[in-house]
């Protein structure tokens, strides 16, 4: 202590100044920062269901700092699960869903851990087998875009089509249960992210539903369905005459909507120029 005071009143300040603003050891250090995902979860009443969460980002280095997370899993606000991350980020929950009904699914990073990242949100769908499931593509729910082409639409610059929410959540509210499916084209860049997707049908207050990874499209929405013994998915409402001609093909019941130039309608596919016509074609 008397070397310390030898040095001065102001030396002795300055040291100590300095030392205050070093990291010390036991200091956390600076947290990496990653994206965490969580895709949508379907079962039945009273069956258990894994909801599947993806912690990934570009890390300092090319390292991996993605495993031994912990995670917290949230159904409606209430904290049910907790989890931890293996080598590649993936993390899993198990989850028994008891009462028919949508709820909410968020997932977020523990606060101690060396990863930062937005909470993930999704949606767990507790169908029952009977009911009606209809499919809908993205595409088919925005008006057209012209700089949608070339990449520069803005997600704010996306607008519903004229009562779209309104007559789906009419078809919803007591008959079908519904699928979005965002894959595929024209699916907009701009709300390319299924993060961004939800978000999208949220703020123009589309009823909530089941949204497909957009890595999967049309086909591979109708394999996870049929594989799942979902068989009451057979109904269709869609934009282009590919996605209509492939669910004709599985024998489903298609409207495409806008109605597609002269011509270029399918056999069997019925046209709605405008949603208000689109549940009198079903």
Known sequence: MAEWLRLGPRTFLLLLLIGWSMPGTGEAAEKVQGILTVHDALTLPNHSVRIEAQLGGKTPGGGSSWGGVG????????PVATAKTNESGHASFE????MRGTYAIAVAVDAAASVAADAGDATLCVWERRRPIILVELAALIQPVAS??????????????SDAADELSRLTQYYYNVVYVTGGE???PAIAAIGNVRRWLKSHKFPPGFVTPPSEGLNATLDTFQQGGWATLKTGIVRTRSSAEMLLQHRFEVVVIP?????E???????AHEWKDV????
């Open 71 to 78: 995670l917290h899993l949230s159904i409606d606000g209430k």
């Open 95 to 98: 989850y028994l869903a008891k």
């Open 148 to 161: 949608a082409s070339t990449g520069t639409a803005a997600e704010s610059s996306l607008q519903p089509l």
């Open 186 to 188: 024209p699916s907009p």
């Open 259 to 263: 109605e597609l130039p002269k011509g």
């Open 265 to 271: 309608m399918p056999r069997k596919a019925k046209a």
């Open 279 to 282: 549940r009198k074609k079903l």
